[in-house]
């Protein structure tokens, strides 16, 4: 009999597959669009606790980025 933390690791690991298929389908409809901050799985969590840290700087980064400052 399997116990509760394999049970567990296996929904841990159900959930971070999920995560990473809906992540993978939705960022193909945004490719064209150019970003600021990480497009990888794990780096667009990163870039969003940058961007909650110090958000003033990724906007400034992304003003520079399209050339409107």
Known sequence: ???L???FGLAVAGW???????FREN???VEHIPT?????FIG????AW???LSGHK???EGYKKVGIC
């Not at 667009?44 to 870039?47: F, G, K, N, Q, R």
Request: hydrophobic share 40%.
């Open 44 to 47: 667009a969590y990163l870039s």
């Open 27 to 29: 960022s193909k409809k």
């Open 36 to 40: 600021v901050g990480s497009d990888s």
């Open 16 to 22: 971070i597959s999920y995560q990473w298929y809906w």
């Open 50 to 52: 940058r961007y909650i």
């Open 58 to 60: 990724m906007v400034e």
């Open 1 to 3: 009999m399997a116990s």
């Open 5 to 7: 933390a394999a049970y």
